[in-house]
């Protein structure tokens, strides 16, 4: 949050700022290591950390492998649920992604602002970030679909049933609703994860700017403000978790598309 | 009217998006409520497409957020 002029300004929180190497260039494009960079590498890490802890094989799991296992078999149950055991192949990849959505999105609301010096970055608030996750479900939903049906894959646009005459009008339709689930996916997740931070910075700057015009106005705004915050915090890590889900779900149920062909 | 102000004028307008997408968000969780409180052993299987339901009806007024957002920072 940037105080300039008395004004605190919400979007300044989604600024991509370069830590390191501003020199740094492959082919005329600057390569810095930007604070996005630095909280990936930090989702990573704990994911890493998480997995890591929990894969002992044990007979009888521990707290930390149950954990674990609680994930891993949510993520498995959906894609057996929802594709059937041909889905088996693609567990890894949709697990990968509800991972890296889910610890990007919690690290984001962690309040590690409260060292000075410190600001947290929501890796997911960027377009750019959620586009390409987006951008790769896609690919693997057409690279799967046309390795597997070839161009009969093309059926997936015509329901069963259709009528001969509607066939061109629902075909056009079926093949639009198709190519924008690229832009839902992305999308969805990058305004839903936007949306929270700029309200509890809005919030926090109703508490801030309440606390420096006196006691009797910190009593009537910033109080009603920080408490409103504190719920707000909390539906927003349930949004984290129900993104992350609602993304592996979509995931799921396009490759069940490309895999099953209705 | 000037440009300025109608530009944030749209991008109130554009909020009141949101809060219909809100009705549609509301109305799946309480359709499904009231459904799965009549037969609650139904319930389990029917989540995956509860989350649809809410994908959809919510991804429409993040829409509508994302027009106010781009009538006051890009437009």
Same mark, same amino acid.
């Given at each position: 949050m940037a105080a300039e002029g008395g004004k605190i300004d919400p979007m300044h929180q989604f600024l991509i700022e370069p830590l390191f190497g501003r020199t740094w260039e492959i082919a005329g494009y600057n390569i810095a290591f930007t604070n996005s960079a630095l909280f990936m590498?930090?989702?990573?890490?704990?994911?890493?950390?998480?997995?890591?802890?929990? $894969?002992?094989?044990? @007979?009888?799991?521990?707290?930390?492998?149950?954990?674990?296992?609680?994930?891993?078999?949510?993520?498995?149950? $959906?894609?057996?649920?929802?594709?059937?055991?041909?889905?088996?192949?693609?567990?890894?990849?949709?697990?990968?992604?509800f991972m890296f959505i889910l610890v990007a999105n919690l690290v984001g609301m962690m309040p590690i602002g409260i060292v000075p010096g410190l600001h947290a970055f929501t890796v997911t608030s960027h377009l750019t970030v959620t586009?390409?996750?987006?951008?790769?479900?896609?690919?693997?939903?057409?690279?799967?679909?046309?390795?597997?049906?070839? @161009?009969?894959?093309?059926? @997936?646009?015509?329901?069963?049933g259709t009528p001969v005459p509607m066939i061109p009008l629902i075909f056009l339709i079926e093949l639009f609703s198709f190519l924008i689930r690229p832009f839902s996916l992305g999308l969805r997740l990058f305004v839903a994860m936007t949306a929270g931070h700029i309200l509890l910075k809005v919030l926090a700057g109703f508490v801030i700017n309440g606390l420096n015009a006196g006691a009797g106005i910190a009593a009537i705004v910033s109080l009603p403000s920080f408490i409103l915050?504190?719920?707000?915090? @909390?539906?927003?890590l349930l949004v984290c978790a129900i993104q992350a889900y609602v993304f592996a779900l979509l995931t799921s149920l396009y490759l069940n598309d490309a895999i099953n062909l209705h | 009217m000037d440009a300025e102000a109608a530009k944030l004028v749209?991008?109130?307008?554009?909020?009141?998006?949101?809060?219909?997408?809100?009705?549609?968000?509301?109305?799946?969780?309480?359709?499904?409520?009231?459904?799965?409180? +009549?037969?609650?052993?139904?319930?389990?299987?029917?989540?995956? +497409?509860?989350?649809?339901?809410?994908?959809?009806?919510?991804?429409?007024?993040?829409?509508?957020?994302?027009?106010?957002?781009?009538?006051?920072?890009?437009?």
């Open positions: 590498v930090v989702t990573l890490a704990l994911i890493w950390v998480f997995m890591l802890g929990g $894969m002992k094989r044990a @007979l009888i799991p521990g707290r930390w492998q149950a954990a674990v296992e609680g994930f891993t078999g949510f993520i498995s149950n $959906m894609m057996h649920a929802n594709i059937g055991p041909k889905g088996k192949a693609f567990t890894p990849y949709v697990f990968s992604l586009g390409v996750l987006a951008i790769i479900s896609f690919s693997i939903v057409l690279i799967v679909g046309f390795a597997k049906h070839g @161009l009969h894959f093309f059926s @997936l646009f015509i329901p069963h915050m504190i719920g707000i915090t @909390l539906l927003e | 749209g991008a109130g307008l554009a909020a009141i998006g949101v809060g219909l997408a809100a009705l549609g968000v509301g109305n799946v969780f309480g359709s499904f409520l009231e459904s799965a409180l +009549r037969n609650p052993a139904a319930a389990d299987g029917q989540q995956g +497409r509860l989350f649809i339901g809410f994908a959809a009806a919510e991804l429409l007024g993040l829409l509508a957020f994302v027009v106010a957002m781009i009538l006051l920072f890009v437009a």
